[in-house]
């Protein structure tokens, strides 16, 4: 077989793969094995697709005709009033072809099937070439636990997950820079989000309890490299964090102190 592309993760291979298969021209891939888990990114050129001899010529243009569309050109440079409404109408009528050409591309889908039963476990969905939308089959029941969503240029934004998998995705997840910012659940059941944590960098710093009936903080811990440092309780309800709890590296109360007057005392 021919080398035609070389991706630089295992999503770029088989959106590549998954548009030779629409032209009736079959391969595969190789190098995918080489990842370390769900979602990592490959070394580039090690992620090949490959296609039979007599189908290579036909695949490497499709291939270059995809790769061109990647290619963002850069509006005319002009000067002068004139020029200043010319680059004005220009970046308009460009933003119009933009928006039209998004919404009006077919969309594609590819994924893993991990368990060989002919379903994917791993849903991946392309608008316009580009990663709109992840589903994940966590525990390989047939029903999707974890959603995924892009923004247009392939970068996270939220989650869903039903983390109990009873169908119901209590769960919800922000994301800022690739990393996740702050995540809610409904640990309960009830509809209301009543867990509550914050991520400094992808990592956790805090969680909250809150009250579903006065939504009033019950607790707030606070973690440091992932492990537990401290907590604020409120021990009679009255919607104070009258209590503080400071843990020891292997996360055993080291001192407790109490609020009285909204002083700690010992």
Known sequence: MELVFEASNSLEAHMVLNLL????????IEGESLTGGVGELQPMGFVRVMVDAEDYDKARRVVEEWDAKQIVSKP???SGEKGNFGVILVSFLAGILCTFLYYNTPVQTDGIDYDGNGTLDEKWTFVNYRLSKTEIDSNLDGNM????SYDRHGVILTSESDEDFNGVFETEKY???????WSKSD??????KDFRAKFKFGLLDSVSFINAKNNQTIKVQHYTMSKLTSAEIDTNGDGNLDTQVRYNSIEEIESISYKANNKLER
């Open 76 to 78: 005319p440079i002009v």
């Open 21 to 28: 298969n629409q032209i009736g021209i079959s391969g595969r």
């Open 145 to 148: 636990d974890i959603i995924l």
């Open 187 to 192: 640990t309960t059941g009830d509809g209301f």
């Open 175 to 181: 994301f800022k820079n690739g990393n996740t910012t």
